[in-house]
């Protein structure tokens, strides 16, 4: 089992290696550039529309875009965001906290790209929900079914790993670690509660992402503000050693900048998803009238998770000084932050966010997993056999030690974002040209709602 794991463990390296990293990052610039740095001129109206009241309710789609944007957001904010940076500044050096802003950065126009294609070449299935991402675009925009198969099938096996299995150990493992629970009754206690919502379907997984995933994420959020403000003196310096240490490699693994950027760039990319291909999959479920609506709201996932969440985490590692204790894991690194600078409350702030992001993981993965089985099989009574098997699994990862499924995962992960990847640089003209077409769009309303407010004068 040990050399099974030794070779997964290489064949890891090899898939989020160099190469992908600059495929990845490459795309992100590529979009970025061609739509004239569109995630910043545009953010103020993205952000508008995410959490607007008025949605679009007369169009097609099964969720609204707010409930989109949750879903989506409910499977990216996960493990990533609190013990991922963490590995970031452990192998990297804090300045990889810096490579990890940049990543996100043009990975909003990669979620842009992904979202705009995801609703043009969404379909309805036989029950008359959406069924839209990465296998469809691929199949019906790029004509390249055999990629759109490719990526299903990466995506319905990686939902078992990185949506799954290393989240519900995670939070097992903390339960276990802070309130000595059983892992067995915290792995029942998930499946009880992921099973109720993922059986449900789409619809009842956005009504639940978009209550439970605000309250999560804003607990988080104000416990760092907390943190930051409580020791406001140490920022500048913190923010003074992110700078300088991304451009030198001397708190790094090696010592060699390659690694602040590498590692930065790598978590930072895993953690918003960017690329991946799995967003774009809510996306395609959301009541829009045009692409490029849905694209701006989706976008707004970035700023979510990387700028403002991973922040916090990064910010606040870098604060405490704790990243400079070689003998601190990366899995207990954030812990340890938070209880310098807040004391004994903070581990249990890490926990319950912890178990939220984990929990809310688990809903948006089991989604995105299953629309990847549906595309391959075509069947409604196939699609129940996958939540259900999805959902059981939960308890096999709560109470079982399988490192090798988890690096088989990874590998998965960077095997979905190749072929998704491919079909957005073969599809870039289509998102230029549905990018356009919507600002004509966005013209045409605020003109009529300016001569309607001239006529009501």
């Known amino acids: 089992m040990k050399g099974i794991e030794e070779f997964l463990g290489s064949v890891s390296d090899i898939v989020w290696g160099v190469p992908l990293l600059v495929l990845l990052v490459g795309t992100g610039?590529?979009?970025?550039?061609?739509?004239?740095?569109?995630?910043?001129?545009?953010?103020?109206?993205?952000?508008?529309?995410?959490?607007?009241?008025n949605q679009d309710k007369k169009s097609d789609g099964d969720i609204s875009h707010f409930q989109a944007l949750m879903t989506a957001s409910a499977a990216t904010v996960g493990t990533g965001n609190i013990v991922g940076v963490a590995t970031a500044i452990v192998l990297g050096g804090p300045g990889a906290v810096l490579w990890m802003w940049?990543?996100?950065?043009?990975?909003?126009?990669?979620?842009?790209?992904?979202?705009?294609?995801?609703?043009?070449?969404?379909?309805k299935d036989s029950e008359g929900n959406m069924s839209?991402?990465?296998?469809?675009?691929?199949?019906?925009?790029?004509?390249?079914?055999?990629?759109?198969?490719?990526?299903?099938i990466f995506g319905a096996l990686a939902a078992f790993g990185i949506g799954n299995g290393t989240q519900a150990k995670a939070v097992a493992d903390l339960m276990n670690d802070t309130f000595s629970i059983p892992f067995w009754l915290t792995g029942v206690a998930l499946v009880l509660f992921a099973g109720a919502v993922i059986i449900g379907g789409i619809k009842w997984i956005g009504r639940v992402t978009a209550f439970f995933v605000p309250i999560m994420a804003a607990f988080y959020i104000l416990g760092g503000l907390i943190v930051v403000i409580l020791n406001i003196n140490l920022v500048p310096e913190a923010f003074g050693t992110i700078f300088t240490a991304a451009f030198s490699g001397e708190a790094a693994v090696g010592g060699a900048v390659g690694a602040v950027i590498r590692y930065g760039i790598a978590r930072g990319l895993f953690s918003n998803e960017a690329g991946l291909g799995s967003a774009p999959i809510a996306a395609a479920a959301a009541k829009t009238d045009m692409p490029g609506r849905q694209a701006l709201v989706s976008m707004t996932q970035v700023l979510i998770d990387?700028?403002?969440?991973?922040?916090?985490?990064?910010?606040?590692?870098?604060?405490?000084?704790?990243?400079?204790?070689?003998?601190?894991?990366?899995?207990v690194l954030t812990s340890a932050a938070f209880e310098t600078l807040l004391g004994g409350v903070g581990p249990y702030l890490i926990t319950f966010g912890l178990l939220f992001f984990a929990t809310s993981?688990?809903?948006g993965w089991g989604y995105y997993g299953e629309k990847c089985f549906q595309y391959l099989f075509k069947s409604?009574?196939?699609?129940?056999?996958?939540?259900?098997?999805?959902?059981?699994?939960?308890?096999?990862?709560?109470?079982?030690?399988?490192?090798?499924?988890?690096?088989?995962?990874?590998?998965?992960?960077?095997?979905?974002?190749?072929?998704?990847?491919?079909?957005?640089?073969?599809?870039?003209?289509?998102?230029?040209f549905e990018t356009k077409r919507f600002n004509q769009k966005v013209k045409e309303e605020r003109a009529e709602k300016l001569e309607a407010t001239r006529h009501a004068q």
């Open 380 to 432: 409604q009574a196939a699609v129940k056999g996958y939540r259900t098997v999805f959902v059981l699994f939960i308890f096999v990862g709560a109470t079982a030690s399988l490192d090798a499924v988890w690096t088989l995962a990874d590998i998965l992960n960077g095997l979905m974002a190749i072929p998704n990847l491919i079909g957005l640089l073969g599809l870039s003209g289509i998102i230029i």
């Open 361 to 363: 993981t688990i809903l």
């Open 132 to 152: 839209g991402g990465p296998m469809y675009y691929l199949e019906h925009g790029l004509k390249q079914k055999w990629l759109g198969v490719l990526f299903a």
């Open 29 to 53: 610039v590529y979009l970025t550039i061609r739509l004239g740095f569109l995630q910043i001129r545009s953010l103020p109206y993205a952000l508008k529309l995410a959490f607007s009241r």
């Open 306 to 331: 990387t700028f403002i969440i991973c922040t916090i985490t990064g910010l606040t590692i870098v604060m405490s000084g704790q990243w400079q204790d070689k003998s601190i894991e990366a899995g």
């Open 102 to 123: 940049l990543a996100g950065l043009f990975g909003m126009a990669t979620k842009y790209g992904e979202a705009i294609l995801a609703v043009k070449y969404r379909v």
